[in-house]
């Protein structure tokens, strides 16, 4: 018998997934492990969700929610963006979503068709790439480097489609994953215009917003009423495996999207939202959280050129340094694996991110304790690539 496997499947594993197996099985072995390579926090949910939930668990029936959530959850992010950013975001265009990734599936559903070209940049975080292509959309590469900062330009939109053909859509994100680089405002109002004019869907995935150094960010949903913005209690809300995450969705979609949401996956789940109202109003232990975050940033910016990793992307938010390492090596996955047996650092090959320059980079990631980050630090110093 020869039963049809479709297609779609075929996209190309998370390699960090990998870095992880690889890891768990070094400490399975009894060897130990400095875990550069997580991209989570290494605080869990703070603790005035955790009595939230332990009190709903008992009286609240959990059954299914509205698609778009719950009505005094899409009020709290409202009021979020009000309070954090001063715009105003109406409650019927926000969507609970299972996590930003829930988010990505129903936006590029509802709108991209099979076909349609999407771009983004590379290096990026890589479901956006595997999730388009699932779904038969076109991705389009736009090879950024250090003179962009890593991130797109409307001149480099405007040179990739004199070359390939016109886009219908662009993703980004700032802070992005892996770089940590951000756009700045004046940079972010130029490529909302340029999408505008060109009639490009934006695509703005804010996911690591709140955990900046210095700077605060922009929201897209400021500048650009067609353009679709994603956000998600994983990152700054320390809530990774709890899977909630939203989006705003703009008019022409708010229809589409909530039919997907209701078919794909019926609503969020209600635990996950019951805790999510009450993060927001923990920020003094979030905010804690990135105050050290910061600590952790300066050490490696400090002592990782003293380990002979001198080309680092700006950092200025997520929890991530990426490094350019092809003075050492031309191969990232067995520049990480052998990192990993000789020196206990684990650490996430480019290759996820960039296929083809990601042989030449090392993502380190800063989000665990303190002492980890530091133990790392001066084991890179010592090993001899
Ligand atoms: C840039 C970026 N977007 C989205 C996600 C997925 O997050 P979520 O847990 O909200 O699905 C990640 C996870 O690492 C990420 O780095």
């Not at 039919?259 to 805790?275: G, M, T, V």
Request: glycine content about 8%; hydrophobic content about 45%; overall charge negative.
């Amino acid at each position: 018998m020869t039963l049809k496997v479709a297609g779609r499947g075929e996209i190309p594993p998370f390699i960090v997934m990998d870095v992880m197996r690889a890891a768990a099985e070094r400490e399975i072995s009894g060897a130990d492990v400095l875990h550069l390579e997580v991209g989570q926090p290494g605080t869990g949910a703070p603790s005035g969700v955790i009595e939230t939930v332990k009190d709903a668990v008992e009286k609240h029936l959990l059954g299914y929610t509205l698609a778009f959530g719950m009505p005094e959850l899409q009020q709290r992010i409202s009021d979020h963006y009000r309070d954090m950013y001063n715009c105003i975001v109406p409650v019927d265009r926000i969507a609970v979503t299972t996590g930003s990734s829930g988010a990505f599936v129903l936006s590029f559903l509802a709108a991209f068709d099979p076909g349609d070209r999407v771009a983004l940049a590379s290096p990026g975080y890589p479901a956006y790439r595997n999730i388009l292509t699932a779904v038969g959309v076109e991705v389009v590469d736009i090879l950024t480097g250090p003179d962009s900062n890593f991130q797109p330009t409307p001149e480099i939109l405007a040179a990739q489609i004199a070359a390939s053909g016109q886009l219908d859509g662009l993703i980004i994100a700032s802070p992005s994953n892996p770089t940590g680089t951000m756009i700045t405002p004046v940079k972010l109002k130029a490529l909302v215009e340029y999408c505008r004019n060109n009639n490009i869907r934006l695509v703005s995935d804010e996911i690591y917003h709140g955990i900046t150094f210095g700077v605060q960010a922009e929201t897209v949903a400021n500048l650009c009423a067609d353009a679709i913005v994603i956000n998600s209690f994983s990152k700054y809300f320390a809530m990774t495996g709890w899977r909630v995450g939203w989006m705003i969705v703009p008019e022409d979609l708010c229809r589409a999207v909530e039919c997907l949401a209701q078919n794909l996956f019926i609503s969020p789940p209600a635990l996950s939202q019951i805790a999510a109202i009450a993060a927001f109003d923990c920020f003094d232990e979030l905010d804690a959280n990135v105050d050290r975050y910061a600590v952790n940033r300066k050490l490696l910016l400090d002592e990782l050129p003293k380990a002979g990793f001198d080309k680092l992307a700006s950092a200025d938010g997520a929890f991530y340094i990426y490094a350019d390492v092809s003075e050492m090596t031309n191969d990232s996955t067995e520049f990480c694996r052998r990192m990993l047996a000789e020196t206990g650092v684990a650490a996430t090959p480019g290759t996820d991110f960039d296929p083809t320059r990601g042989h030449g980079y090392v993502r380190f990631s800063f989000a665990r304790e303190y002492s980890m980050i530091s133990d790392a630090a001066q084991r890179l110093k010592g090993w001899n690539k």
